[in-house]
């Protein structure tokens, strides 16, 4: 008898270390979220609609050919870039139906584990129902010790029993959300999956209009390569006008830096003729450099202009970049080269123009009819050029995307263009590497 009592001690303390094991077994597989794809998705749908709407205004308009051209190109870029997300988001989607599924089958031999070893306890309770009898059980203790253990045994053997049953509800549930999480999965990839075909079926029609422009503009092809040579050698006279504001920008903050460096060596007892002399000297390298000597304040402002180097707001909110940066054959008519120091963007009327970064305008210009505003940023200069109604002038304290104009009319193409460029000291940089990823 007192063996019988002793196995089953043993027994219910076997089964509740048992159960303790099994409530700490990980069954959740890590769910990875899709919010970014979803933003990025967000984000060239944006772009699709407006460079479809830019293309239509294209079509309308005859002179816009070249113009029409580049934003067709843009727009498939964008399509390419909107299909690969559509395939990173189903790629997302088998992932997270995979993981479902293995938790699913971890879910369901834990759920037949437990209830086979619920169902044995029930076995060795209904069995030694008479010994399981809490006061026969408790009474039938030797002394005072046992009693107490028994009286302890019992308690978590009736406590387990009652967690087992919950633990069972629970992964019943568990079971039940990742199957409906499986088929909503299968709902959205279904979706995802008819959006991804129509974007291939309106990327192969893009793709069939590059094709009729492209043979298009090939059959006036002298006719456009007059138009462009004439719109480098205006982009030459601008360029100049700016190279030689640049310049005279660079030479004034260098006056300015002398001068205060001056002041400062002056008003200092220990100075003597020599380094005066020394001082003077630097001064007169630095003016006649090509880079612009910075004030401590001006340094602060231009490192964390380098800090922000890639996540730069574009100058426009929305728009098409139809002229790229860099010396190269025309995309259209590649017996002409382009030799551009910034970036072309087409937008729409009215759109208005951004500073980049927080600065100081250094120049408004106007060259050829043509408003050309200047912001400088330590050692670096933003530019922009073919704005209307300004809104700044010479000396302005500007903020990160405050408005200094507005996009002006390209009189040859009759669109609406800003032409963007960006200088540190008097050497132009690839706006491209500064500016946000769009």
């Known amino acids: 008898m007192q063996n019988r009592h002793r196995y089953i001690s043993k027994w219910l303390f076997l089964c509740v270390l048992t159960l303790g094991l099994c409530a700490y077994t990980p069954v959740y597989g890590q769910k990875k979220s899709s919010a970014q794809l979803k933003k990025d998705k967000q984000k060239l749908e944006q772009e699709i609609a407006n460079t479809q709407n830019l293309l239509k205004k294209t079509e309308k308009n005859q002179q816009a050919s070249l ?17 690969t997300t559509l395939n990173n988001e189903i790629l997302q989607i088998e992932v997270q139906q995979e993981d479902n599924q293995q938790a699913i089958n971890t879910l369901q031999k834990k759920l037949e584990y437990m209830k086979t070893d619920y169902a044995q306890m029930v076995y060795m309770a209904y069995r030694h129902r008479r010994l399981m009898d809490k006061i026969t059980f408790i009474l039938a203790a030797e002394d005072f010790q046992q009693m107490f253990h028994r009286i302890r045994y019992y308690s978590l053997i009736s406590k387990s029993m009652h967690e087992q049953v919950e633990q069972i509800n629970a992964t019943k549930q568990e079971l039940q959300q990742r199957n409906e999480e499986i088929i909503q999965l299968k709902g959205e ?144 008519v590649p017996s002409v080269m382009v030799e551009n120091h910034g970036i072309d963007i087409m937008t729409d009327a009215g759109t208005p123009v951004r500073a980049i970064y927080q600065g100081e305008v250094s120049a408004v210009l106007d060259v050829m009819g043509s408003k050309v505003v200047m912001i400088r940023h330590g050692e670096y200069i933003s530019v922009y050029q073919n704005v209307i109604g300004v809104k700044v002038k010479k000396g302005d304290k500007v903020t990160t995307k405050q408005t200094i104009g507005t996009v002006g009319k390209n009189s040859a193409t009759d669109t609406y263009e800003l032409h963007f460029e960006l200088w540190k000291n008097a050497v132009t940089v690839n706006p491209n590497s500064w500016l946000a990823r769009r």
Not at 67 to 83: D, G, H, P, T
């Open 189 to 332: 990839k279904l979706n995802v999956l008819s959006g991804k075909e129509k974007e291939i079926k309106q990327l192969e029609k893009d793709r069939n209009q590059k094709t009729k422009n492209a043979e298009a503009l090939k059959k006036k092809s002298q006719q456009l390569s007059a138009e462009l040579k004439k719109k480098q050698q205006q982009r030459k006279q601008i360029d100049a006008a700016i190279q030689a504001a640049i310049k005279a920008e660079i030479a004034a903050a260098n006056a300015k830096s002398s001068k205060a460096s001056s002041k400062s060596s002056s008003g200092s007892a220990s100075s003597g003729s020599s380094s005066s002399s020394s001082s003077a000297s630097s001064s007169s390298s630095a003016r006649n450099s090509a880079v612009i000597t910075l004030t401590p304040e001006e340094k602060t402002l231009n490192n964390s202009f380098v800090n922000n180097k890639g996540s730069l707001p574009w100058p426009v909110a929305k728009g098409a970049k139809v002229g790229d940066y860099g010396n190269y054959p025309h995309p259209d």
């Open 67 to 83: 113009q029409q051209a580049a934003v067709l190109r843009q727009q498939i870029n964008n399509r390419e870039k909107y299909i």
